[in-house]
C-alpha cells in the first residue's frame, strides 16, 4: 500500500497538483490517461507473473493438428499406457473409410492403417487395453442387430473384424471385454435394462434376465479382476427413495453377492465404490425424494455383503463451505438458522467423479453438473454430430432447448477409513457449457497441497489448494504450433482432457484459427491434439 501510495503522490507532483487547488480539463483528462496506463502495466505485470508461474508447472510438450476438410466427419482418441490412436471416418461417396492413426508418447506418428465399412456402422466404444484397442460398432437401422468388434494391435498394425448377430437390437450402455468374453449392459425397446455376456469363440449370448422384471437401472459395470465383474443399479424402494445396489457376478453370470447403499429418509443420487484389503468402501451423494441436488456425503464399509459402518455429512455442516455458501449463496445460509439441516437444499446437481486411497485415507471429487434446458433453440449444444465436421452443421437435434451442461462447482474431500472428515475444500469453476455430460477437473494430489485443472475452449485452469489454507488460481492459452497463429473461436464438441501415464495428459478439441503472416489469410478449422506434463515446482 504504500509502494502505491508514494507512486501515486509523485505523479500529482510531477503534474503540478498541489501547487494549485484546481486543475484543468485537459491536465485531467491526462491523470485519467497516465494512471489507466499505470493499473494497465501493473495488471499485465502480474498477468505475466501468473503465466510464468504456471509454465512452470504446466509443462506443453507438443501440439499436433489437423484441419478439418469437406471429406472429413469426426474424430475420437484413446489411449494406453505406451500409445495413443487418433479414429476419423472419412467420405468416399459410398462407404465411409476409417483411418488409425498411432503415435507414441512424443506424439510421433507411428503408422497409419485404413478399413472401409458400410457407413450404416456408427463407432459407439473404444475399449484401450494393455497392448491393443477394440473398436465396438452398431449399424443404426431401425431394429438392427449386427455389431462388429474391431481388435486393433498396433505393434503388428493389424486389424481383425468380428461381426456379432444379436437376437434384439440394444442400445448399449456400458461395455467391457476380457479375454474371449464380451460384457455389457444395454436397454431394450421398451425402456427395461438387460445385462448380458457374449462368447466370442462360441458366438453365445447368455442373458441376466433379472433386470427384465424389476425397475432396476444399470448405472455402471466394472471388472474387479481376471473372474469377477460388479453392477451398479438404483431403484427406489417402496419409499419412492432411491437406492443404489452393487452385485458381484463371475464371468458365467452367476451372482456371488450383493450389497445395497440406501438411507431411510434421503435418497442415494450417486455413488463410487472402491475395493481396499478385502474391504468394500462407498462413497454416497445424498439427497431429498425426488430431487437430483445432493445435500451430503454417506461414507459405508462392507465386507462381501455385510454392512460394517456407515457415517454421514451433511455439506452445509462443513465449515470451508459454509463460507463459500456465504459468498456465493447467502440465502441458502439465511435459511440454516431457520429450517432443518436434514432437507435444506445444497443449491447444485453434483457427481462423484475420482476416488482414490493415499496413505489410508480416502480422497475423492465431486464436480456440479446441470443440463442446462433455457436455450433459445439456436446453440450447437442442441445436437449430436455425425457426418461432415468441416461443415459445421450437426445432423439430429437432442432438444431443441438444451444449451449443454453447466459446471459452477467442484469439491474435493479426505476421510479415513472409519469415515471421518479430514480435509475438504471447494472452489468456483467458470461456470462454462459443455456438450458432454462428465466432469471436467483433474486432480494432483502433493504432499503438502493439492492441484486441480481443467481445459475449455482452449484455456487451462489450474488450481492449487495447500492444506495450511492458501489458494492459488493460474491461466493459461494453449500453445500453438506456429507462433503467428491466432485462435478465432473454440468449439466444445469434441473437447477433453484425458490422462495418459505418470503424470502426463493430453487434451483435444476443434478451434478456428489463421497464420496472421500467412499469404492468403484465411480462416481453417482444425481438430488439435495437445499433450503435455504437471511437474513439480521449482
Not at 77 to 103: A, R
Not at 211 to 216: A, H, N, Q
Not at 253 to 275: L, M, P, R
Amino acid at each position: 500500500m504504500k509502494c502505491i501510495t508514494d507512486l501515486g503522490n509523485s505523479f500529482f507532483k510531477i503534474l503540478g497538483t498541489g501547487v494549485v487547488k484546481t486543475t484543468s480539463p485537459i491536465e485531467e483528462n491526462l491523470i485519467i490517461k497516465i494512471f489507466t496506463l499505470l493499473f494497465v502495466f501493473i495488471l499485465s505485470i502480474q498477468n505475466l507473473k501468473s503465466q510464468s508461474n504456471l509454465e512452470s508447472i504446466i509443462y506443453q510438450k507438443k501440439r499436433i493438428e489437423f484441419e478439418i476438410k469437406y471429406l472429413d466427419r469426426s474424430f475420437w482418441t484413446s489411449s494406453n499406457k505406451y500409445n495413443l490412436i487418433l479414429v476419423q471416418d472419412q467420405e468416399t461417396g459410398k462407404k465411409l473409410n476409417w483411418k488409425i492413426s498411432t503415435y507414441n508418447r512424443l506424439l510421433e506418428n507411428l503408422k497409419d492403417t485404413t478399413f472401409q465399412l458400410d457407413r450404416s456402422f456408427s463407432l459407439t466404444k473404444i475399449i484401450s487395453e494393455e497392448s491393443n484397442f477394440k473398436l465396438f460398432y452398431k449399424k443404426n437401422y431401425s431394429n438392427e442387430k449386427t455389431y462388429l468388434l474391431i481388435n486393433y494391435l498396433p505393434n503388428k498394425n493389424s486389424i481383425k473384424i468380428k461381426e456379432i448377430q444379436l437376437p434384439l437390437s440394444l442400445d448399449i450402455t456400458n461395455i467391457f471385454t476380457h479375454e474371449n468374453k464380451i460384457v455389457f449392459s444395454s436397454k431394450m425397446k421398451n425402456g427395461k435394462n438387460l445385462l448380458s455376456i457374449y462368447n466370442l469363440d462360441k458366438n453365445q449370448l447368455f442373458n441376466v434376465y433379472e433386470y427384465l422384471y424389476r425397475d432396476k437401472i444399470i448405472l455402471k459395470l466394472k471388472k474387479i479382476n481376471s473372474n469377477y465383474f460388479s453392477v451398479l443399479t438404483s431403484e427406489r424402494t417402496k419409499n419412492n427413495l432411491k437406492k443404489i445396489e452393487r452385485e458381484v457376478y463371475n464371468l458365467e453370470g452367476e451372482k456371488i453377492y450383493a450389497f445395497q447403499i440406501n438411507s431411510t429418509s434421503h435418497s442415494i443420487v450417486d455413488t463410487k465404490i472402491i475395493d481396499y484389503k478385502n474391504i468394500s468402501y462407498s462413497i454416497s451423494l445424498f439427497g431429498n425424494k425426488n430431487s437430483n441436488e445432493a445435500i451430503g456425503v454417506q461414507f459405508d464399509k462392507f465386507i462381501y455383503d455385510s454392512l460394517i459402518s456407515s457415517e454421514r455429512k451433511y455439506f452445509l455442516e462443513i465449515n470451508p463451505i459454509i463460507d463459500f455458501m456465504n459468498i456465493e449463496k447467502k440465502n441458502v445460509i439465511r435459511k440454516l438458522n431457520n429450517k432443518n439441516i436434514s432437507n435444506l437444499k445444497f443449491g447444485y446437481e453434483l457427481h462423484l467423479d475420482t476416488i482414490f486411497i493415499d496413505n489410508d485415507n480416502i480422497n475423492f471429487s465431486i464436480e456440479s453438473i446441470k443440463a442446462d434446458y433455457s436455450n433459445d433453440g439456436f446453440s450447437n449444444y442442441s445436437y449430436i454430430p455425425f457426418y461432415n465436421t468441416y461443415s459445421g452443421t450437426y445432423d439430429r437435434k437432442i432438444n431443441p432447448n438444451f444449451g449443454g451442461y453447466s459446471h459452477d462447482i467442484n469439491l474435493f474431500m479426505k476421510f479415513n477409513l472409519d469415515g471421518k472428515l479430514i480435509w475438504s475444500s471447494i472452489s468456483k469453476m467458470n461456470s462454462f457449457n459443455t456438450f458432454s455430460n462428465r466432469a471436467y477437473n483433474n486432480y494432483i494430489l502433493k504432499e503438502n497441497e493439492l492441484m486441480s485443472f481443467y481445459i475449455n475452449k482452449g484455456e487451462i485452469s489450474f488450481k492449487e489448494f495447500s492444506f495450511s489454507g492458501e489458494n492459488k488460481t493460474f491461466k493459461i492459452d494453449l500453445n500453438m504450433i506456429d507462433a503467428e497463429d491466432i485462435k478465432i473461436s473454440n468449439e466444445t464438441n469434441p473437447e477433453g482432457t484425458f490422462h495418459w501415464y505418470l503424470n502426463n495428459y493430453y487434451t483435444i478439441g476443434v478451434q478456428k484459427i489463421k497464420n496472421k503472416k500467412a499469404i492468403e489469410k484465411k480462416n481453417k478449422r482444425v481438430f488439435y491434439i495437445t499433450n503435455f506434463e504437471i511437474r513439480n515446482k521449482n
